[in-house]
């Protein structure tokens, strides 16, 4: 008998290449059952992903998919909303992927207030060339590329998607699956550029660099270091180290891009100019 999640995915794909424990089969179950609950045409849903781990998502999934180049995604995505407004388009990236090489992207896609759905999984690592540390990598954390603790400081892109100009924004865990599916639903659901950060696990890459050597372990770690926001008022400033809010940051509403550049064309043909 076949689930929800038979009714979306290329079964000729699996088994697929995550490592065991990996957090992103949950965000592809969570993505599958948001979608699902909103009753979309999977034929009219576009999703696009990049380079990593998490790209991978894109060729599970039974909707139309494009896997793009390394931080690329958001443009690729932007071409496929402009062409073709009525299509659902969501973009799956890696932490690396979205703020690192993307990063230029991704605040530019909030800053347009394009109608896409950013799904970022942020597993704090680049897992897949290596364990290098990332633009998400907490500070004092390990990795191949910093073998002594990473000194940079992290971006928070729940603050830096507010700043530019998202709609909406959030932030769940792998831990934390309804609500995860409960945030990614209301920001597939929302009209202009639309974010979700996930914190995920990666046990192979970041887990064992530090000192967890097991999924059970990462998955225990994410659960302790996760506050709610009502919680996150209530701490000190020490107390909040190296912790995560999770919970809806943003829900406002903007004018979608596409909108703005169909009046811009309709314009432009009331004064004679062609197409």
């Not at 894109?58 to 180049?69: A, E, I, P, S």
């Not at 932490?95 to 605040?107: E, K, L, P, R, Y």
């Not at 394009?114 to 704090?124: C, G, S, V, Y």
Request: glycine letters at 8%.
């Amino acid at each position: 008998m076949k689930t929800v999640i038979n009714n979306y995915i290329r079964e000729e794909m699996f088994p697929n290449i995550w490592c065991p424990g990996c957090g992103n089969g949950i965000v592809l179950g969570a993505i599958i059952r948001a979608i699902d609950d909103l009753k979309w045409d999977k034929n009219k849903i576009a999703m696009i992903s990049g380079i990593g781990c998490s790209s991978r998502i894109t060729g599970y999934v039974d909707f139309c998919t494009m896997n793009t180049t390394h931080g690329r995604a958001l443009p690729f995505a932007t071409g496929i909303k402009m062409a073709n407004p009525n299509m659902k388009v969501v973009v799956v990236m890696g932490d690396g992927d979205c703020s690192a090489i993307g990063g230029n992207h991704f605040i530019h896609a909030a800053r347009r207030n394009i109608d896409l759905t950013a799904i970022i999984i942020n597993n704090m690592i680049y897992g897949m060339t290596g364990g290098q540390y990332s633009p998400l990598t907490p500070t004092k954390k390990f990795g191949t590329t910093a073998p002594y603790g990473n000194i940079d400081q992290s971006f928070d892109l729940v603050k830096l998607a507010k700043a530019a100009g998202a709609s909406y924004v959030a932030r769940g865990t792998v831990y934390h699956v309804r609500q995860l599916t409960s945030l990614i639903k209301k920001a597939l659901n929302k009209k202009g550029f639309s974010v979700v950060e996930i914190i995920s696990d990666c046990p192979i890459s970041y887990g064992k660099m530090n000192k967890m050597r097991t999924v059970v372990d990462m998955l225990k770690w994410i659960k302790d270091m996760s506050v709610s926001k009502k919680a996150w008022e209530d701490l000190s400033p020490e107390e909040k180290k190296e912790k995560f809010v999770i919970g809806e940051f943003l829900d406002i509403d903007r004018p979608d891009y596409t909108e703005l550049y169909s009046k811009v064309m309709e314009e432009a043909q009331k004064m004679g100019v062609s197409r």
